[in-house]
């Protein structure tokens, strides 16, 4: 395979870590955990794998003996810079444990596992892929693994591997299922350990234990990198509003985190739209009023950050998408019937009064994008949904209004981007590589010391590498009760930006400065070498909640 | 204003030089010079500045005196990285040469010389923006100096504030223009000097003298990392087919490039459509094979990329678009009449036989674009045009038909990326800082030695830098006679990519197997520190150019 140059360069980077990740580790046991809320419940579930004490490692004075164990891996869900880190993390302090350890790989995720397809992870497969973005040394996929049947399935080929171990990197979701799984081989005894790894670009899967998902620090340095660029254009050409959409699921940690690195004009947060219950048209005019005013001081450009996951915090929107997707799914032979052309009359004539009046108000193409592109529940696909586009257009419109009353005497012309998948297969950050080679080597402790059950986990990440403290965190700790599909079940609590979290304040005291001036910052592309204040600092968002502590 | 850590850090980068500009410098003349074709038209348009020999610089013995001399810069046309620096170098060279010199950059483009806004650029303005990407230090424009009372409207700021010479940094027609400029000031004895300087993202400004364009390597290296990044993605996910459209207006420079550096499954060349009078079913048919043959492959997924320009080199939708803008902006009134969703229809209604079946052929939101957002002349607006999607869709559309005849049984879904802003204001990589930092100091060079109507030019580029040959190239030199506008003009010949040249070669012979195989190559973010392979290699085109030499 071709390779370009910094892919050969990245090849030889030996990531740092800790003293209590180098050589002999001692694993030391904290007190019994609790659930983060509806301990009864959650003990109820995981009566195997609840209250398990937190796990630390310190640096230990002999290297331990120990006995040669074959290992399973999963990539669970989206990409995210560093996986393949994770996986030579996990490789190499197995190895160094006992030589004659082994690691499978099982294939485009969850899947793989049921369906049993696998290849073993050898040192020159895992040297192909040190330090590299992407997902493609296994794949991965989305299949959600939390039946029994889908259990003893795997377990199928993990006896048959003889793996007394599987480690799944992924998500909020991916980890509650990996809880699951640990639980139910615990309770039948199959002597089949599971550990998690929290993965996710969307910053959603932390709490006062996991205090960032890898991946998030690259891909929010790869748009940051691209806003940065987009606002020097926008400032020397001086003539477009930027409307820029960022991946990042519900969250807004994404987002929140680019605004922190780059100072837009103005930063949308879907969790500060929701706790004021603002409709769409209060966020057009706020946009709005921040044009007319840029406007009036000479300046009729500016850009605008936008949460992809938006549309769901709106309040009204939320509800006009709940009486869509009911009436679809219960009425979906009819509507086949209907002509494209007039399927938005025939929709909004279906609705309630105040749904009616929001579907009727919104531009022609995202009314269509409502009612076409459904999953396969009949769902509504939000995420396809053009944001960035809609509220350009919802701008225009009343600008154009205000332009006739008189407020507004300006030009506005808006050009709209949507960054994804250009950040989540991104070269891991030194960071990132660091913090998931290091999260790697906690999983393969956590397996030798015979750990179930648990989360590999890293702190103090905004503090010098030499500070980073690895160790093992209980899944059942992080957990909740939460509706699903009209059921109760233990999750994995989602972390949304907090109201009172120091990163969201930071964005509230400095946004109105912002928009009125023009100070943007330029971060630039993600450099591997060079000064360690340019190559390896963390998120600013770890460095205000480091603050907060 | 708030600085990146890599905004700082660069701020200290010192650009690097060959021996020829650094202290004395010795301008030496060649032999008298020809336009590259139409020479006794291009003679009598240019007739104080035809024919003018190549100029030189070699190191010199001794450091000259030259007197104190004020001079005008103006950015004209689209931003490109490395513009400040062109301004840095320019203002270096001036102060080595006499310390009194003063630069005055025009603002916001031509207009700025013309309206007489300008600010003088001191050392602490200059300082502020080395290294930098974008415009921003005087802002661009793209008002066409190119009329007697615009330049006489010139002279008068330029007489007022003393300036002895004007650098015109812009692409091909802003340089035609400064030709034009130079050859009236020198018709009217008016004492003014005018240099260019070649730029622009799209690389189309190039020939014998002028090797490359400034900003073609850092905007082809940004695109470049987020097409690897996409890759790196699809071969994770190995479910979409991503369509990733490229600026870079007509020629395919760009796109070229950053196929040469990711191996993308797919690459259209408009040239080589053009040069095959190649249908847009043509096109749509070679993808859809492709997509065909993966998918017997076992691979659901691929990417593909587009330049910006391509509908307009497709022959038959040329003839379409030039019956649309003849008919649109002669019956602009009753067009206005028509309703939104009834315009299509009128339209077909009004074409020829065979532009009407073209026109129907498209999807509707292409068919739309084409006769929505027209240009103040009543123009099709070509680049407005979603081109991605359209390949994307009618790729769709045949693949359901195929399927429909059993001739596809795979999957088929699409993501469409347009890349554009992202790369024309980014720091400029080393190459370019380098490059534009000779380039300024040439054009000051070329001051001090009295010359006018020449563009500063840095030859050897693909060599290292200390073989790097700076000097002057007549313009009139690189000029030929086209028609635009329905008149005969003299005009830089645009460089389109050529089928015979070195790097269309090396794509055309490793395309094949890029379709086939996933050799996907993954070149990262422009990195400005570390190994001298992974800084300051400049582009494959340069490279292969060399060769082809």
Redesign the interface.
């Known amino acids: 395979?071709?390779?370009?140059?910094?892919?050969l360069?990245?090849m030889s980077y030996q990531p740092k870590m800790p003293a209590s990740l180098r050589g002999a580790v001692k694993v030391v046991e904290g007190a019994a955990t609790e659930s983060v809320s509806d301990r009864e419940e959650i003990a109820a579930f995981f009566p195997h794998t609840y209250g398990l004490p937190l796990v630390s490692f310190l640096p230990g004075s002999e290297m331990k003996e120990y006995p040669a164990a074959n290992v399973g891996v999963i990539l669970s869900g989206g990409?995210a810079p560093g996986g393949h880190n994770v996986i030579a993390g996990l490789f190499d302090e197995m190895k160094a444990l006992n030589a004659e350890s082994r690691l499978f790989g099982f294939l485009?995720g969850p899947e793989g596992l049921i369906e049993h397809k696998y290849r073993e992870l050898t040192a020159e497969v895992i040297d192909e892929y040190r330090n590299?973005?992407?997902?493609?040394m296994i794949?991965?996929g989305r299949t959600k693994l939390d039946k029994p049947e889908q259990f003893e399935a795997g377990l199928e080929i993990l006896r048959e591997l003889e793996i007394k171990a599987l480690v799944i990197i992924g998500g909020d979701d991916s980890n509650t299922n990996a809880c699951i799984l640990a639980e139910y081989y615990a309770s039948i005894g199959a002597g089949i350990q599971v550990i998690g790894c929290p993965k996710t670009i969307d910053g959603d899967l932390k709490n006062a234990q996991i205090e960032a998902s890898f991946g998030f620090d690259t891909a929010a340095k790869?748009y940051s990198?691209?806003i940065?660029?987009?606002q020097?254009?926008c400032?020397?050409?001086?003539k477009y509003w930027?409307f820029i959409k960022l991946m990042g699921r519900s969250a807004s940690h994404i987002t929140l985190e680019c605004a922190l690195?780059t100072?837009p004009n103005i930063c949308i947060i879907s969790e500060e739209v929701e706790a004021n219950n603002y409709f769409l048209d209060d966020v057009v005019t706020y946009i709005a009023e921040t044009v007319v005013r840029r406007s009036e001081a000479g300046m009729d450009f500016g850009t605008v950050l936008i949460p992809e996951g938006l549309i769901e915090f709106l309040p009204a929107m939320r509800r006009l998408i709940k009486e869509l997707n009911e009436f679809l799914s219960q009425n979906d032979a009819e509507f086949k019937l209907i002509k494209r052309?007039a399927q938005r009359v025939y929709i909004t004539n279906k609705l309630s009064e105040e749904n009616a009046a929001l579907y009727r108000s919104l531009p022609a193409d995202v009314a269509q994008q409502l009612i076409a592109d459904r999953d396969p529940h009949g769902n509504v696909q939000v995420s396809l949904i053009a944001t960035e586009k809609l509220l350009a257009d919802m701008t225009a419109q009343k600008l154009a209004e205000w332009t006739e009353e008189g407020r507004f005497h300006g030009k506005f012309s808006t050009?709209t981007?949507f960054f994804g998948?250009?950040?989540?297969?991104?070269?891991p950050s030194n960071f990132d590589a660091d913090y998931c080679y290091c999260l790697g080597r906690a999983a393969a402790i956590l397996i030798a010391a015979g750990k179930t059950g648990y989360m590999a986990s890293v702190k103090n990440l905004a503090d010098p590498i030499s500070e980073w403290a690895a160790g093992g965190v209980p899944m059942t700790m992080m957990m909740n009760m939460e509706r699903r599909s009209g059921k109760e079940k233990p999750v994995i609590r989602k972390a949304l930006v907090e109201m009172e979290g120091e990163p969201y304040r930071a964005l509230r005291e400095m946004r109105r400065e912002w928009a009125l001036s023009t100070?943007y910052?330029?971060?630039?592309?993600?450099?591997?070498?060079?000064?360690e204040?340019?190559?390896d600092?963390p998120t600013i968002t770890l460095q205000l909640e480091r603050t907060g502590r």
């Open positions: 395979m071709a390779k370009s140059a910094l892919h360069a990245r990409q485009m590299t973005g992407g997902f493609d794949g991965s790869v990198e691209l940065g660029n987009i020097r254009d400032n020397s050409a001086r930027h690195q100072h052309s050009l981007h998948y250009e950040g989540r297969c991104a070269m100070e910052v330029y971060p630039g592309p993600i450099q591997f070498f060079g000064p204040a340019v190559s600092s």
